[in-house]
């Protein structure tokens, strides 16, 4: 053989050889390469949002310039549900499909079970890049092993020494790394906003007088106050949604990216957080994929937000687990069908010595049923019992105080504290969750067969709790010690 075929041969085999090496350094071992046509996935997360508080869920006050443009592109979800009414459990619902007793952290600020899956588990071997911008609130990090996007989460100013609830998204390096990512790796970014989760903004552009005031809440000069201080929260949140849809412009990955748009969970306002009645536990939900999803649609389907990694493997090219709660609905997406679940859960175990009232929920497209495993126990929450920080503290003297003469008021209080042992709601008739159906022989059928479904569903998720969770004063953050669940990372 002549030294110049040898040549040849041995520059073929290194071809070879470097054909089979991934085309991006950042892919992990055992990635397959990227499939034509798998999109690349943003996720943007509300933090504390109610789903009626923002234009395109009928909103006529706040300003969301951004989500009202994004409507119009984007498929709108009316009966979208997280798996709890609490941030920790909530975001581990939805980043492992897996409702809170099965994942494990059902008690808000814990962690999940060492063996679950996450996102990162299922997207990394079909070739995605997972990452995570902002707020994090799950743990541990061998399960929720996401790339971080550094520098996203800033400390207000004034508050470096003592950050507590005061940290916010920074935008710049979320651009910065959507401008790094390679047109050979499709990826996965979770962007977690803090807003409009308190503290609010002290200073707001809406006028108190104009703010709307729901009907289950108290009329005050200071409800109206805190109002617009949460109100220009949200606004201010609706800015940093708009920057991301800005970047995904500029970078040319508006075309080839699935954007959705989600909260946590409702509120921190009475009757929405903490709480099982749907401004706490219903979720805005709103998907653009061009091409792939009718722009400026709404549909009624019932999902869960434990669906959301289903319909992401899925729409990756992969096979959904069927191991997990999630339910992939693509094919709702897709305008297949309008019809996915027939019902759906959620769970409350609390906030651990603020919030003693745990409670379990069956929601279908019309009826609610409550089951609250504590009734005999006052309802307390940050809201009428926290001095450290705003989010009830600044309005609820003035609630109490009216209470006093207003019938009104009363009766919000009354139902605020004491919550019976079996709540059913025709949410249809009555939004507001105000007339309780449990008593009335119409329903007894009904609420029997509720009853079941929620005790089935209880015994499958492995729920055999009977009251508040257990204190252990081993589980307290210690001085020092990192927490499992962290509320930030600051790398």
């Avoid at 581990?92 to 060492?114: C, D, I």
């Avoid at 004034?158 to 910065?176: A, I, K, S, T």
């Avoid at 009329?219 to 220009?232: F, G, H, P, S, V």
């Avoid at 040319?252 to 969970?265: E, I």
Wanted: charged letters at 25%; hydrophobic letters at 35%.
């Amino acid at each position: 053989m002549t030294v110049h075929k040898h040549f040849l041969l041995l520059t073929a085999a290194l071809l070879a050889a470097f054909a089979l090496v991934p085309t991006h350094a950042a892919r992990a071992q055992g990635e397959q390469a990227p499939k034509p046509g798998q999109p690349n996935v943003v996720i943007f997360i509300g933090d504390d949002l109610g789903v009626e508080d923002i234009a395109p869920y009928g909103n006529k006050v706040v300003r969301t310039p951004y989500l009202d443009q994004f409507t119009k592109e984007s498929l709108l979800f009316t009966r979208a549900f997280a798996g709890s009414p609490t941030c920790g459990p909530s975001r581990s619902t939805m980043l492992t499909g897996l409702f809170p007793f099965r994942h494990g952290a059902h008690g808000n600020h814990t962690g999940v079970k060492p063996e679950t899956r996450s996102l990162v588990h299922y997207l990394q071997p079909l070739g995605y890049r997972v990452a995570i911008a902002g707020k994090l609130h799950v743990g541990p990090q061998s399960v929720f092993s996401f790339e971080h996007v550094s520098h996203s989460n800033v400390i207000e100013p004034g508050f470096e020494g003592r950050p507590g609830l005061h940290y916010d998204l920074n935008m710049g390096p979320v651009d910065q790394w959507l401008a790094q990512q390679s047109k050979d790796q499709p990826f996965l970014l979770i962007v977690a906003d803090h807003s409009p989760h308190v503290v609010w903004p002290e200073k707001s552009t809406y006028a108190p007088g104009g703010i709307d005031i729901p009907s289950v809440h108290v009329d005050t000069d200071k409800t109206r106050q805190a109002r617009a201080r949460y109100y220009e929260d949200i606004t201010k949140m609706d800015g940093n949604f708009g920057k991301l849809l800005e970047s995904l412009d500029k970078h040319n990955l508006a075309a080839s990216t699935m954007v959705v748009f989600t909260a946590d969970q409702g509120p921190q306002w009475p009757f929405a957080k903490w709480s099982l009645y749907d401004d706490g536990i219903r979720v805005p939900m709103m998907v653009r994929w061009f091409t792939q999803v009718s722009q400026g649609g709404r549909t009624g389907a019932l999902v869960s937000q434990a669906d959301l990694l289903p319909t992401f493997v899925e729409m990756a090219g992969g096979t959904a687990p069927d191991a997990i709660d999630g339910q992939s609905f693509l094919k709702v997406l897709k305008g297949e069908t309008d019809r996915h679940r027939e019902v759906v859960f959620a769970s409350h175990t609390g906030d651990k010595l603020m919030n003693r009232s745990p409670s379990r929920m069956l929601r279908t497209d019309r009826y609610k049923y409550i089951l609250n495993l504590a009734p005999e126990n006052v309802y307390h929450t940050h809201m009428d019992k926290a001095k450290d920080h705003n989010g009830g503290r600044e309005y609820w003297s003035s609630w109490v105080e009216k209470a006093e003469s207003d019938k009104h008021a009363a009766a919000v209080l009354q139902r605020y504290h004491h919550h019976p042992a079996e709540e059913l709601y025709d949410v249809e008739a009555d939004p507001d969750e105000v007339h309780n159906l449990a008593a009335d022989p119409k329903y007894a059928k009904m609420l029997a067969d509720y009853r079941g479904k929620v005790a089935a569903w209880r015994k499958q998720q492995g729920d055999f709790e009977t009251g508040p969770e257990e204190l252990k004063p081993e589980a307290e953050p210690v001085k020092g010690k990192k927490p499992v669940a962290p509320y930030v990372f600051l790398d």
